[in-house]
């Protein structure tokens, strides 16, 4: 009998993201759709039977909170077991942080789908991530944006994602290690940024760097439970901010300049 698929939540509260989207009126009935501007990536040749399955069910999982079908769909195709490689196929797809080294985690599949649906991508956009980690949120975003830009302080898990993301076809991603605290800024401005590692003060370079019209999702708070997650969005030069529940995420660490 194979394991079942549960797991406690990481997240705690934030319902209201999924409830207070503009015009959303409950779970999706649309079929998923992919964004015009990227190419699909098939999930890889000689995938085992399991993964789909586990992947699969797991989406059916994401599918009671989440109502954007864009990003279901896109996580439904990023085989999660290969930004895994030292845990197995069924462990891969609980829906549970788990560690990659350096001290660093993978996210809960639901806190990505959350923070993707919270960036509202329309497709097209140039987004900014700061935490590459082990590069999995970088993969659900190249599905539906035209370019990510993603940075990495640990740079063994910067170099290892990046090769990652190319040997699985991801070629909309550009990786760099460095301190993410200063942003990207001979790319900028971004038109969406996520933070995927808690500063106890949102950086200014993130708001500077944020394009007119654009979202920024991310956890602020000190090591532990007092972290928010918060999205603000620059409209006529004004930031506005909207708190979107508790969460966990590991500190985020400034590093050296980026290369």
Not at 34 to 49: D, K, L, N, V
Not at 94 to 115: F, K, N, R, Y
């Amino acid at each position: 009998m194979r394991p079942a698929l549960m797991a406690p939540f990481v997240l705690v509260g934030c319902q209201p993201l999924v409830a207070t989207q503009s015009g959303d009126s409950g779970p999706s009935t649309s079929s998923p759709v992919t964004s015009p501007t990227t190419t699909a990536r098939a999930i890889p040749q000689g995938e085992p039977e399991e993964a789909r399955e586990y992947r699969a069910e797991l989406i059916r999982s994401l599918a009671r909170e989440i109502h954007d079908g864009r990003v279901l769909d896109a996580m439904g195709r990023v085989p999660r077991h290969l930004f895994m490689p030292r845990a197995t196929v069924w462990r891969a797809y609980v829906d549970d942080p788990a560690p990659i080294g350096h001290g660093q985690t993978i996210s809960q599949p639901l806190i990505v789908a959350i923070m993707t649906q919270a960036l509202d991508l329309q497709g097209g956009e140039r987004v900014l991530e700061i935490g590459t980690g082990s590069g999995y949120q970088a993969a659900v975003l190249s599905l539906l944006v035209s370019e990510v830009y993603t940075i990495e302080v640990v740079s063994d898990l910067a170099d290892e994602a990046r090769s990652r993301l190319q040997t699985l076809g991801y070629a909309n991603v550009q990786v760099r290690d460095g301190d993410g605290y200063g942003g990207w800024p001979e790319q900028a401005p971004f038109d969406r940024i996520i933070v995927t590692a808690a500063p106890e003060e949102v950086p200014q370079e993130l708001f500077d760097e944020l394009a007119e019209g654009g979202i920024l999702v991310i956890p602020v708070g000190p090591n532990g439970w007092k972290q928010r997650l918060l999205r603000f969005r620059k409209l006529n030069g004004h930031v506005s901010r909207e708190d979107l529940g508790p969460v966990a995420f590991v500190p985020m660490v400034p590093g050296t300049s980026a290369r």
